[in-house]
């Protein structure tokens, strides 16, 4: 028996030695990042890293080279490379972006983010695409969530989060200029200069500018909506030591919008620095904290909304004996509204100034039950100005095995009331019961989502990968105007209710060396109506298309040519009494460019299919055309 | 008893030296990823992309279980093994334990040359893999990897000791 033991542990210490019966298999160890296995302790077994990949939700990632390649102009245009958000432009400067539906103008159920500024207005709970100035070739990644995210997110992650991540002064070192000559989008011009002050201290400034023409109406009028956005910024990455990383970055941005009246003005600027601290391995913490600030008018009246918002936050990470994952944080934000409405006899915000503080706080834990089996639970609470307390509790679960991610999720999210469920007068001035008017929201609630998920996510090889998403929505408490029993005295209450599914399928493949596509499809379908004893027809609150696709191509030609086409179909919207119907349409654009030693010179067309073409409302977008010329040394 | 305690030691060592080797192969076949080697690298869109290994071998059948059936783009990835730098044919990537005088005469092809000596990258190789807390970290030079047309990703210098 002696005998025996011993010779089980001679061939235990010939397997150690020949690195056979290891924990660190080949395949285990391919799946971490470069910098995951950095981390790896070359001497002891350290926890397995989660990938994004095998993240446990509906995630597509647009990365910076695809951006780039597609000859998108702006944020909301690069969107357009998620086929999980429907995006529509409006007018020259109007852009609605929505994921999972409810799709319209005051679109109110998404987080969008920049580099961790959270940018949707708690005016009326949406963003405002045009103030959203991002240097697209310092563009890391945006990262494009559908469904809800409320635990880890904010109080606003119910049908989406859309992140952008832009790329540290590290990555973005030398000059960037750019300038560019086209049709719709009349010029835009770029410059970034990336240095270092030592060799930890890296720094980047830039600056940019474009002029955008005006749409059409449909007998080939123009229509006045021209506009133009100048802003600049800049971004320092300190490596204050090896578990610290400090950055420090800001923007100021000033535009004109024109109307058919006058011009509107708008400007805004944003302070942000975050800290990092790595602890260990296992553990880290991160601080963040900002100052963001818009102003935009409206011309004739010059009303206007001013904005601060002061946020500060923070989150702590660390793991449990390799069995656990764990993430808790806390944020508050200060936010003083200035609403300005100088026509009392028109629509308004009332009362014009308003404190819309936030406080959260939230806490996770991922459970490995077994090698290849997760459960990961946790519940965000927060407290709002308008409804106090509420929580946002999640529980999903993961199969991961052989690059393969099987999840399903139960989620429950909040909406919370904005200033234009709330504070919103029609006119602004009292009127009696007679007399038809719209006196605010003083009884509204947050609108309530329970979300089922069910995905499934698939590497076959090193060349391709797929995704594919499935949902079904219930909402509660949705949006309502109706008049008070007995008057015309109309209040904004939450007398609607809907349900949706879907599904939303992505991929990837390299088909050679030079050619890769990118690929998806969605497939949308809701059913909204008044609740029971309510009378309000909500259905243009979701101006959503049925089924979408999407197909981007990426080829490097020979001779350092570059041709790129993204081609885009939507299927049609329906009227509503408050939205005009849209055709579906089927568009594409393409990207011819050279490339010789750091100069690069491309010819953008955009929306090339038809002459013009109407995403939403009425007006009308024409083909554009644009050259460019940028220089990368 | 005596016999067990000096072997479980020898062991000991054995085994961290295997774990870093086996995260140095790994690495190996990530910078597949994170360089760019210029298009006259290959004579076809087929022809194997090689990770080369002079001299000793210190990683064994655990690399070749890490290229199993990968490609590069279209180029499935092989392993080949050198006695002698007169030997190297056709390489993308190679390894040697030796210093890097060894491998001199490669400084003009688009070869991205790794090692692990202490003065590797300073004497002109292009990434050198040494331990640091226990981990192991990546020494750069950039000047040398220029030289050669091999242009690495800002995501693997970022995470890098750079020396110019």
């Not at chain 1, 590290?170 to 002050?197: C, H, I, N, P, W």
């Not at chain 1, 610290?244 to 302070?271: C, M, W």
């Not at chain 1, 490995?368 to 990961?376: K, N």
């Not at chain 1, 929505?473 to 349900?499: F, H």
């Amino acid at each position: 028996m002696k005998k025996l033991l011993l010779l089980l542990f001679l061939f235990f210490l010939f397997c150690f030695y020949n690195g056979y019966g290891q924990d660190l298999s080949p395949k285990e160890l391919k799946k971490l990042s470069v910098e995951e296995l950095m981390n790896v302790e070359v001497s002891l077994v350290s926890r397995t890293p989660e990938k994004l990949t095998e993240a446990a939700s509906a995630i597509q990632v647009i990365t910076g080279e695809d951006i780039r390649r597609s000859g998108a102009t702006n944020v909301a245009e690069a969107l357009r490379l998620a086929a999980n958000l429907q995006v529509n432009q409006l007018s020259s400067s109007v852009w609605l972006v929505g994921a999972r539906g409810f799709n319209n103008v005051f679109a109110n159920k998404l987080l969008v983010m920049v580099d961790g500024r959270t940018i949707y207005t708690p005016l009326y709970g949406g963003v405002l695409w045009e103030q959203q100035n991002v240097l697209l070739e310092d563009i890391d990644r945006i990262e494009v969530v559908s469904g809800p995210g409320g635990t880890l997110w904010g109080p606003n992650a119910v049908n989406g989060i859309i992140n952008i991540i832009t790329k540290s002064s590290k990555e973005t070192q030398g000059l960037y200029a750019s300038v560019a000559a086209g049709t719709f989008v009349k010029d835009m011009a770029a410059l970034r200069y990336g240095g270092k002050m030592n060799d930890k201290v890296y720094y980047k400034i830039y600056g940019q500018h474009f002029d955008r023409n005006a749409t059409e109406q449909s007998n080939g009028a123009k229509n006045t909506d021209a506009w133009n956005m100048s802003d600049g910024g800049f971004k320092i990455n300190w490596d204050a030591s090896s578990k610290d990383d400090i950055s420090f970055q800001g923007d100021y941005y000033g535009g004109i919008r024109k109307t058919v009246v006058a011009n509107s003005p708008l400007n805004g600027q944003h302070l942000l620095g975050k800290w990092n601290r790595t602890i260990s391995d296992r553990s880290d913490l991160t601080l963040q904290v900002y100052y963001d600030r818009y102003y935009r008018e409206d011309a004739p009246t010059k009303s206007y909304d001013k904005m601060k918002t002061t946020d500060v936050d923070f989150q702590h990470r660390f793991s449990i004996k390799k069995r656990q994952n764990f993430v808790w944080g806390a944020g508050y934000r200060f936010v003083k509204d200035d609403a300005s409405f100088t026509n009392t006899a028109s629509a308004g915000i009332v009362p014009r100034f308003k404190r819309l503080d936030l406080f959260t706080a939230f806490a996770q834990d991922e459970f490995f039950l077994t090698d290849s089996l997760r459960l990961i639970v946790g519940t965000k609470l927060l407290h709002n100005v308008y409804t106090g307390w509420e929580c946002q509790p999640s529980a999903r679960i993961a199969w991961i095995k052989n690059q393969t991610t099987l999840w399903a999720a139960v989620t429950r999210a909040v909406r919370t009331p904005s200033r234009f469920d709330v504070d919103y007068y029609l006119p602004m001035t009292p009127q009696p019961p007679t007399v038809p008017s719209v006196a605010g929201g003083p009884d509204f609630v947050s609108e309530k989502l329970l979300a089922y998920e069910l995905g499934y996510r698939f590497q076959p090889n090193h060349v391709s990968s797929f995704s594919v998403a499935t949902f079904y929505n219930i909402y509660n408490d949705v949006y309502s105007v109706e008049p008070k029993p007995g008057t015309l005295t109309y209040q904004i209450q939450n007398g609607s209710e809907a349900t949706s599914w879907g599904l939303e399928f992505a991929g990837n493949y390299q088909v050679m060396r030079d050619w890769r596509l990118r690929g998806a499809y969605t497939y949308f379908k809701k059913d909204i109506h008044a609740k029971p004893g309510h009378n309000f027809n909500p259905s243009y609150l979701g101006n959503d298309v049925r089924n979408q696709v999407m197909l981007q191509s990426i080829l490097d030609l020979p001779a350092h040519f570059q041709f790129d086409i993204v081609g885009r179909y939507l299927d049609p919207l329906a009227k509503t009494f408050a939205t005009a119907a849209v055709a579906a349409y089927l568009t594409f654009d393409a990207r011819l460019a050279y490339n010789l030693k750091g100069i690069e010179i491309a010819l953008v067309g955009q929306n090339l299919a038809k002459k013009n073409h109407t995403e939403f409302g009425t007006f009308v977008i024409p083909r554009g055309v644009y050259g460019k010329i940028t220089a990368r040394f | 008893m005596v016999v067990l305690l000096v072997m479980t030691g020898f062991s000991l060592q054995s085994h961290s030296q295997t774990r870093a080797n086996q995260v140095k192969a790994v690495f190996l076949f990530n910078f597949a990823q994170f360089v760019d080697w210029p298009a006259n690298s290959f004579s076809s869109p087929t022809s194997p992309f090689v990770i080369g290994i002079l001299g000793n071998d210190p990683f064994g059948f655990y690399i070749d279980k890490v290229i199993e059936g990968e490609k590069v783009d279209s180029h499935p990835i092989v392993v080949q093994r050198y006695n002698d730098a007169d030997d190297i044919r056709n390489c993308n990537i190679l390894f040697t334990s030796k210093s890097y005088s060894a491998i001199k005469n490669l400084q003009n092809r688009s070869i991205l040359t790794v090692g692990d000596q202490n003065d590797f990258a300073a004497d002109g190789g292009m990434i050198r893999f040494f331990i640091e807390n226990n981990k192991i970290k990546l020494q750069i030079n950039l000047k040398a990897a220029k030289a050669a047309s091999l242009n690495i990703s800002s995501k693997l210098l970022r995470l890098a000791d750079v020396i110019e």
